[in-house]
Every structure is written in C-alpha cells, then in structure tokens.
C-alpha cells in the first residue's frame, strides 16, 4: 500500500461522519427545547412559579447530550465490545441499588436524585443490553445455536425482571422488542421467534391474573381496550387521552401556535412536557407540524437504519438496528398513546419529552451509530 492510500485510510477512519443524522438529531433536540418551553411557560406562570424552569433544565439536558454525543463518536465503536462485561454488571447493580437509594417518581421507585438531573437506568439498561447482544451474537458467525439462543434471554431476562419489579413496564417493552429484533437479524429461525412470543403473550397474561402488575398498569391495559369506565383507577387514564385526541384534533392544520392552546395552556393534558408532549405539538402546530415533526423522526430513524445496513461488520450492524428499533419503537409508542391508538406506557418522545435520562441517552445512541458511520468504509 501506498503512503497516500494509507493517509486515506486513516483519514476514512478519523472521519466520514454521517453528517445527515448529525443534522437530524440536533435539529429534533433543538425542537424539544422549544416545545417543552411552549407547552410548560404558560402553565408555570398560572402557577406563580418561574416560567424558564423545564426550558432551562432541557438546555442543560440537551448540552450534556450533544458532549456526550460527539465524545462516543470519536471513540471506535469495536472497542464498546471490551467493556461490554463491565457496562452489564454496572447496569445490573444499578438496578438493584434504585430499590435501595432510589427515589419514588409516580409510584415507581425509578430514579437515582442527583440534584439537577434525575438518573433513571432502565433507560440506559437498553443501551446495554443492545450493545451486550451485539457484542454476543458478532462473536459467533457460524450463527446462532440453541444454547447461545438461551443464554441471549438470559442475559436479557435478568435486567428485564428488574425492570418489571420497579415497575417500569414501558421501558420493558422496548428492550424486549429491541432484543427480539436483533435475534432475528442474527439468524434465530422465525419459526423460534414465533414461539418466543407465544409465551410473550402468555407471560403478560399471567402477569395480569396473578396480580405481578400494579393497578395503575391494569387501569392502563384496560383504557386502551375500552373508552369508558367507571372504575376509579381506569377513569383518569380514559379522562388524559381524551383530552390528549381533543388536544391534537383542536390544532386543525396549522395549530394555534406556540404558546397557545387551551388544552395544552390550561393543563387539561397531564405531562404534557413529558409523555403527552405529542398533544401540545398536534394543539400547536397543528397538522402541518406534526407531520414534519414525525418526518424528522422518520429522517434519524433512515439515518440510523442507513447506517445498520451499510456497516463493515456484524457488531456495528446489530449495534445499530437495536439502536433503530429502540428509536423508532420508541417514537412510535408515544405518538400512538398520545392518540389513542397505544396503550399508555409512560414511554417518553425521543429528544423531544422533557428529561435528563432520555435525552442523554438518545445522544449516546446516536452518538454510537456515528461511530459506526466514521468507519463503515474500512
């Protein structure tokens, strides 16, 4: 090889960002600060309190994710894969330890306080346990057996139960979709993924008639099935969708613009900054904007899966179609709650909902397909 082919091939190492999702994240994190500050500002004055309080929060949020972001992006994805052990042991304790020193959040022992931002690691368990599958499945490429097979649920199963105890079923959800989804890509047999979600399926179930979910959890399974009820713990639940799908059908096309709204300025939608922030974009910005918000969503989600499918190895592949499933599905679930058309999971709207954990975590996401993107022609 030449000297001149060599400092190519360093400088495609160093270098070849996608600039495309660089653009999409920034631009879908720039417009949560927006809406967050849109939908909170008037509500927190009505309340005497200072109206700059999430929007200032989201900006440092959003800071600390666009560090982090760059900083996972300069490091070689293929080296994630030597601490993978570390990182799943670290998630796992930190999991238990929430029961021990975590603070409650809506009924949910989730979080870890630290002051100005609040830690919740099942959100970042499913960064792990993407990135520990990953690391399992790109080490065996004579494909997948039965034991290697079981030894994937395992090493999911564990956190997921921990998840489940806290109880955080939203977040559950999406690590098991996210998990099944790159079985699949590694080449587990559909006829086994099928059978996985028989007992899926029949696990959720025993779930609900053995009393493992909580009442509020019940309360939202059946909201979803039936949008009428009189019974206290379903009420609430039929009572903040409603008003979510009035709050979206009230922007008509073109919305009433930022700031405005009276769902969304008289607090009818609960959460509106966090999961139900979908509600304030349809009120707002009608459907116009929603529908170039759900483009951008589309565009990062192209982006990531662009990625997936042009990377040099099964690692960085598999590392970003969990990556892609996580982002997409999460997107998805929110918009659909927001409209009636999904159950309420408390999931939140990826770079766009309010909070510290989320959006930091959807910057390392992202920040780890750049990784892949920087060399995917070496």
């Not at 109206?51 to 560090?67: F, N, S, T």
């Not at 559950?172 to 080449?187: K, R, T, Y």
Request: net charge positive; proline share 3%.
């Amino acid at each position: 090889m030449s000297q001149f082919d060599m400092l190519s091939s360093r400088r495609n190492e160093r270098g070849h960002a996608d600039i495309g999702l660089i653009a999409g994240l920034l631009a879908l994190g720039g417009f949560g600060v927006v809406m967050v500050y849109s939908a909170t500002k008037q509500l927190l004055e009505n309340a005497g309190l200072n109206p700059h309080y999430y929007v200032q929060h989201q900006l440092i949020y959003m800071v600390l994710g666009i560090v982090t972001m760059y900083t996972v992006s300069r490091i070689d994805y293929r080296r994630f894969e030597i601490a993978t052990t570390l990182f799943y042991v670290l998630i796992v304790l930190s999991l238990m330890g929430v029961f021990v020193v975590g603070s409650s959040a809506l009924g949910a022992e989730r979080w870890y306080n630290l002051g100005i931002i609040q830690i919740q690691p099942s959100e970042f368990t499913v960064l792990v346990i993407i990135l520990a599958v990953a690391t399992y499945c790109s080490r065996r490429p004579e494909g997948l057996a039965m034991y290697d097979v079981q030894r994937i649920l395992v090493m999911a199963v564990v956190p997921l139960l921990l998840i489940v105890l806290q109880p955080d079923l939203g977040t559950a959800i999406i690590l098991s979709v996210s998990v099944a989804a790159m079985m699949v890509i590694a080449g587990v047999p559909p006829r086994f993924m099928a059978l996985l979600g028989i007992l899926a399926v029949a696990g959720t179930v025993a779930a609900v008639l053995f009393g493992v979910l909580q009442h509020y959890q019940i309360a939202r399974l059946i909201g979803f099935l039936s949008h009428s009820s009189t019974n206290k713990f379903v009420e609430p639940v039929i009572y903040t969708v409603n008003n979510s799908k009035s709050a979206i059908g009230a922007g008509g096309l073109r919305g009433s613009g930022l700031f405005g709204g009276l769902q969304t300025t008289l607090g009818y939608v609960p959460e509106n900054q966090t999961d139900f922030i979908f509600s304030a974009i349809g009120e707002q910005l009608g459907f116009i904007g929603s529908s170039l918000a759900i483009l951008l969503m589309g565009f990062v989600g192209y982006r990531i899966f662009a990625i997936a499918r042009d990377a040099k190895d099964q690692f960085g592949r598999l590392l970003c179609v969990g990556i892609f499933v996580f982002f997409a599905f999460s997107c998805f679930e929110n918009i659909g709650m927001n409209m009636g058309i999904m159950p309420v999971t408390g999931i939140p709207l990826p770079l766009v909902s309010y909070g510290g954990s989320s959006v930091i975590v959807f910057f390392i996401a992202g920040g780890t397909a750049l990784s892949v993107s920087r060399r995917r022609m070496i």
